[in-house]
Each structure stands twice: as C-alpha cells, then as structure tokens.
C-alpha cells in the first residue's frame, strides 16, 4: 500500500515537473549538434516563470473561449497523463476501456487548441487550426492502430494493463515483430503530434510551413505560458506512452524502475533532438505520406498479431 | 534466435516501404543497399553450424551488394547526370498503398500457400513475397531506366530471401552464380545507361515504347 503510494506520488510529481526538461534538453541535444553551446537545461522553466508575469493582449473578436482554450487544453493532456501508466508502474487512474478515454481527451484538447485559434478572427491561425486537424485524422488512425497491437496483445482494453503487457511477459514471449512496426508507427505520431521537425519546425515562425506556432501566435503572457506547459506535458505523455512498445529493461526494485524510466524519457528526448538535427522539415504536402506510413506500420503490426 | 530473425525481417519490410516512399535517387540507392547487407547477415543466423563458405558467400554479398553494386549506381547516377529526383508514374502515396496492400496479401498468401513454414521464422514467406512486388512495382510505376535496376535489385532480394527456406538444399555455388549475374547485369546497364546518356537526350523509359523510324 505504501509502495503504490510513492508510485503515485512519484507520477503525479514526474507528470507536473519534468515535461519542460525534456523541452530543455531536446534543445541541448540540437544546439550540441550544431556546435553551439545552447541555452541551459531549465530555460523552459525559466521562460514559463517569465511568461507568468506578464499581461495578456486580447484580440477584439476574442470571447471567453479563446481565454479557456489553453486551460482546457492543459486539463485535458494533464488527465491523458494520469491515465498513462510510466514506466512499469501502475497509472494513478484506471479503469476497464480507459484507452478511449485518453484518445478523447487528446481530441479534446485539439479541439479546444484549435477553436482558440480561430477565435482570434485571424484568417492565418484559422489556416493553422485547419492544417492541425487535417493531420490530425492520419495521426490519431496510426495512434488507434497502434494501441490495437497491445489491445490485442494483452487482451485488455485498460491503458494499466495494456501497456505494461510488454514488461510483464518475457522477452521471447513477446510479438517483437509487431511491437517493433508500432515503434516505429508510433515515434512518428510521436513528432507529428507534437509539431516537431520532420511534421512542424518548433523553432520557426515561418508564415507558410508552421502549424502548432501559427495556432498559438496570439497567446500572449500567462495564456501563452499555460499554451507552452500543455504542449510540454503533451510530448512527456506521448514519449511516455512510446515508451511501452520498447521491449523493456527488467528490473526487480521499484526504485530502480523510476531510474529506468527517467533514463528512458531523457533517451526520447535525446532522440527527438537528433532527429531534429539530421532531418530537414518536410514538405507540407508530403506530411501525409508520413503519417499514412505511420499508419500503415502498426497496420502491419496489428495484422502480424492476427496471424 | 527467432526474435532476431523476426526483427531483422520487419526492418526489411520497413526498408520496403520506405522505398516505395523515397524521393531522392540517392535515398533509394542507400535504402536497396542496407537491405542487401541485412539479408546477407541472415544465412549466418540461420546456419546450424558456421562453416567457412558460409562466412565467405555472406561476406562476398555483403561486399557487393553493401559496396559495389551501391558505388556503380552512384557512378552511373553522376556520369549520366541524372536528376535526383525519382519520377513516379503514379505518386508516392499511390505506390505506398500499393505496396502496403501488396504485404497485406502476401500474408494472406504465405498462410495459404502449401510449403514448409521455415522452421524458425514464419514470416519469411510472407516478407520475401511482399519484397518481391515492392521490386515490381518499383519496376512498373518508375520512370527512369536507373530506378529500374534498383527494381531489379529489390526483386533478387526477395527471391534471396525465399531462398533462405531452402539454404540446407541449395548449394553455395548456385548462391554466388546469381550473385555474379546480378553483379554483371547491374555493371552492364550502368554502361548501356551512360552509353544512352551519350547518344540520346533522355533517360525516360516511356520513350522506348514509340518508335520512331
């Protein structure tokens, strides 16, 4: 009983802290690639504290909606967090078919994203929410198709159970074959939901390529701030959630376990950087044959299974 | 053993798709490349006991098709001065359905088909068909006459991967007479490409069906 309480603590105050890290350090890993020094590891936090302090410029056409749009957000991903077990410990909420619940809660917080965004009036953030769901519908099918393979795997339809699958079975029990299809699926779902390089460059303003940074142009202050902590908390829930189709380390101490995962979270992070760094963004155009691929690889994960 | 296996196969697979995907010439080039050297490593795997032809036939395949075979296209691709870009008959996301529906089918079939599974891995029969339509439709949908013989490539790898079920019966020679032919046609339609090169505008494989007199 104690046990599962430090796990839950432990959750609750990896999912609230950690996810500007991962920010920080994808910037790290970048700036090291390019040879430069970059900024320090904790600047998201920084940026976020200042954000706070600041005040908010509204649009004239903007209602209560554009105002709730980031808090909604932020709530939606943040109970997508609490679903999603880390690591090989049990998620703090769960129950039998909670896995809709976290692909809804994702929409949800799209949805509200983008309804701020058209909110402001702004013909060109309109643009943004239209490209931002249009992908949306090729991610989210490799997302289902991808949580298929576990579903299937272990037979249950609750995240706690479906995705800890892997780690409980030994290594030679596992459909590595299948799990790997859906890795690879799911890291490109991974960078496209949250607008990372090949799908959407972070770092850019670019009028003609962004997406994520067109729909949040108006943000401003503390609404920008709570903008940026949501999609941080996004990228922590979605690297934890690829996280399971990695066939596991084993280990017995659940203290060790934590020492895993965060090691794991930072190799996402590290990850993400280099594709950063290797990658030129793609073509607008060519966005959906990625995300059709991502589909088609846990397609074939999933058909492997059915075999 | 077969995890290994397995996952050395999906990679194929991937590579597969990821062609079917690409772009760029040199992409393409890189990606038949990498798959030759994975299947190379297979027979090792696969062996019941390491003897030394087996470690010279897959290091002769590996040399080949990892460095020769790579190296020639890339003379040919910059001799003939051809433009980097793959020319789709039909586009990139078609070819990739194609090909997706391709495997889908292979699977079905390799289930259906009255051979011996392969005693380690049973996705061999299904990744060795699917392989082979990514050769044809590379072979089909591409323009250029270069992409071709990387259909053909594709194509050899997977016959080289159906023959991994018969490795007790077929013999080594028999493994490097094809690797030779594979290796002398490959070198003689570099020349006859850079020969055409020299004597003609284009390397547009439409054009060789009119005639003209």
């Known amino acids: 009983m104690a046990l599962s309480l430090i796990n839950m603590v432990m959750h609750l105050v990896l999912l609230a802290a950690a996810p500007p890290l991962m920010l920080g350090l994808i910037q790290r890993t970048k700036a090291l690639l390019a ?21 908010i410029v509204l649009s004239k056409t903007a209602t209560w909606i554009f105002r709730a749009g980031p808090m909604v957000t932020l709530v939606a991903v943040l109970l997508g967090g609490l679903l999603v077990p880390f690591g090989t410990s049990a998620a703090p909420l769960h129950f039998q078919g909670d896995v809709i619940l976290l692909i809804y809660v994702l929409a949800l917080a799209r949805f509200f994203t983008s309804l701020a965004a058209l909110d402001t009036g702004s013909s060109f953030e309109g643009m943004g929410a239209a490209r ?6 090729l991610s989210e099918a490799a997302l289902m198709l991808g949580l298929l393979v576990l579903i299937k795997f272990s037979g249950s339809l609750s995240l706690n159970t479906m995705l800890r699958a892997p780690a409980m079975h030994a290594f030679a029990m596992l459909p590595v074959a ?23 460059d972070p770092a850019t303003h670019l009028e003609l390529t962004m997406i994520h940074e067109v729909m949040v142009l108006d943000h401003s202050g503390p609404l920008l701030a709570l903008v ?17 189709f990695v066939p596991p380390v084993p280990s017995a101490s659940p203290a060790l376990n934590w020492a895993v995962f965060a090691a794991e979270m930072l190799g996402v992070a590290v990850a993400i950087g280099l594709v950063e760094s290797l990658m030129a963004r793609l073509r607008l155009t060519h966005v959906p044959t990625l995300l059709v691929a991502a589909s088609l690889l846990c397609g074939f994960g999933f058909i492997l299974m059915l075999r | 053993m077969t995890g290994t296996i397995n996952s050395l196969l999906v990679v194929v697979l991937l590579v597969n798709l990821f062609m079917l995907g690409a772009s760029r010439m040199r992409a393409l080039i890189h990606a038949a490349a990498s798959q030759g050297v994975i299947l190379s490593f297979m027979p090792l795997l696969l062996a019941a006991r390491l003897d030394w032809i087996a470690v010279v036939v897959a290091g002769v395949t590996i040399g080949l098709k990892g460095l020769i075979i790579p190296r020639i296209l890339h003379k040919a691709l910059r001799d003939a001065k051809i433009k980097r870009e793959v020319e789709p008959l039909i586009g990139f996301l078609p070819t990739m359905l194609l090909g997706a529906l391709g495997t889908v089918l292979s699977l079905v079939l390799a289930a259906c088909l009255p051979v011996v599974g392969h005693p380690v891995s049973n996705l061999v029969i299904p990744v060795s068909l699917s392989t082979i339509l ?20 594709i194509l050899e790898n997977g016959i080289y991967i159906f023959g991994m079920l018969l490795l007790a019966a077929v013999p080594f020679l028999v493994e490097l007479g094809i690797l030779l032919d594979l290796f002398v046609g490959i070198f003689v339609v570099s020349i006859i490409i850079h020969h055409i090169n020299q004597t003609f505008s284009s390397m547009d494989t439409r054009q060789l069906t009119a005639l003209r007199e």
């Open chain 1, 132 to 137: 931002e769901v249009t992908f949306a519908c």
């Open chain 1, 35 to 55: 040879g430069r020094k970059g900024p320090p590891l904790l600047q998201p936090y920084y940026d976020l504290y200042k954000l706070l302090r600041k005040g």
């Open chain 1, 228 to 244: 940026n902590y949501g999609a941080a908390v996004k990228l922590f829930v979605f690297a934890a959630l690829f996280l399971h």
């Open chain 2, 134 to 153: 990514t050769g044809f439709l590379l072979l089909t949908t591409r323009v250029k006459a270069i992409t071709q013989v990387i259909g053909y490539l």
């Open chain 1, 178 to 200: 299948s799990l790997m299809l859906a890795a690879v699926g799911m890291f490109i779902v991974l960078l496209a939901e949250n607008a990372r390089i090949p799908v959407d």
